[in-house]
């Protein structure tokens, strides 16, 4: 199996919409194998999409430390969420396959 870095450096894809996110700045947060980037079109101040670095058709086709990963960045960005913003009281999390 390769490893994480190897996937990543060999999956990026200029005419992805993600990848070219990672370019346009519009990183916000990155943990491991996972990126938080800016919605181009927010509901609300925070609305972020986390997606794999690793190009992947869905949640069901990440793998299990992508998902991990995901998970810590959730937690991470609504405790920074939470903390610059006492008025916050909850968080919507989708997911879109």
């Known amino acids: 199996m390769a490893s994480e870095d190897t996937i990543l450096q060999n999956d990026f894809d200029p005419g992805c919409a993600f990848c070219r996110a990672f370019e346009e700045s519009r990183v916000v947060e990155s943990l491991g194998s996972v990126v938080a ?12 999409l986390i997606v794999p ?3 992947t ?5 990440m793998t ?3 998902r991990r990963d995901t998970e810590k960045l959730l937690i991470k960005l609504r405790n920074q969420i939470a903390s610059k ?3 916050v009281t909850g ?5 879109n396959c």
């Open 85 to 87: 913003d006492k008025a």
């Open 53 to 55: 670095k690793r190009h």
């Open 91 to 95: 968080f919507n999390i989708g997911v």
């Open 37 to 48: 980037i800016k919605d181009k079109y927010p509901v609300s101040e925070g609305h972020f």
């Open 64 to 66: 299990e430390w992508e």
């Open 57 to 61: 058709l869905d949640y069901f086709t």
